[in-house]
């Protein structure tokens, strides 16, 4: 017996559950996924060839595609510079957040500092970027800034933390403690990194040491915080 299949081509094709876009929804989603492609690619060469490597050409080399379309989505190379900052913070925000917590803060501290400096040594080229103005036409703006103080959320809340609990003095404002720390070892890596402080055995010394007596001098005063005079 022959069976005849009928087909109904009124009938509407099962449901997949996909949401179907606009056309300028597809379009930015596109835009989006493209700038993503192009700083990804400047991040290669960024590891692999150094901050010097890093030019709209290059890029464009690399992705196969023209200048133009480069510029089209970046306006020039500070733009591009700037996505590579955004990326290098959450590249330190990942190494901080790979830090265990600890209820030791002081011992805390250290942890969060020697993580920093494993974050230069493994980063070279982003942390150039990003603290030693590799990029000399690019300067760093609110937005910048911003992913800045997101990169370094840890350390603000141990201090901010410690202050609380009357570890450490709350005469200071947290941030301005924070800025210490920060500018005191960004000092020690720029030192080093310039060849003052010898090869990196030496220097990991130095600045593990300047760690240390920043956080004696931070926790030197228990009891002199809010949480020591909130009875």
Not at 94 to 113: I, K, M, T, W
Not at 131 to 136: D, E, H, M, S
Not at 150 to 176: K, N, P, Y
């Amino acid at each position: 017996m022959k069976v005849i299949l009928i087909h109904n081509e009124d009938q509407s094709p099962p449901s997949t559950g996909r949401i179907l876009k606009t056309y300028q929804e597809a379009r930015l989603q596109n835009t989006e996924n493209l700038r993503k492609l192009v700083v990804d690619a400047a991040a290669a060469i960024l590891q692999e060839e150094g901050t010097e490597a890093v030019t709209v050409r290059r890029v464009s080399q690399r992705m196969g595609c023209s200048t133009k379309i480069i510029y089209s989505l970046f306006v020039n190379k500070e733009g591009l510079a700037q996505q590579l900052y955004l990326e290098g913070c959450k590249l330190l925000a990942r190494r901080f957040e790979e830090v265990p917590p600890s209820a030791d803060l002081r011992q805390h501290l250290l942890e969060l500092g020697e993580a920093f400096w494993q974050f230069g040594q493994d980063n070279t080229s982003y942390y150039k970027l990003m603290f030693g103005g590799a990029f000399a036409e690019f300067k760093p703006d609110a937005e910048s800034m911003q992913g800045t103080l997101t990169a370094i959320h840890r350390l603000l809340v141990l201090i901010s933390t410690a202050q609380e609990q009357g570890q450490i003095s709350d005469q200071e404002e947290t941030g301005t403690l924070v800025s210490t720390i920060w500018a005191s070892l960004h000092g020690v890596i720029h030192l080093y990194m310039g060849g003052f402080l010898g090869d990196t055995e030496a220097a990991h010394a130095v600045y593990r040491h300047t760690l240390a007596l920043l956080s004696q001098s931070l926790f030197a005063v228990p009891g002199a915080g809010r949480g020591a005079n909130s009875e």
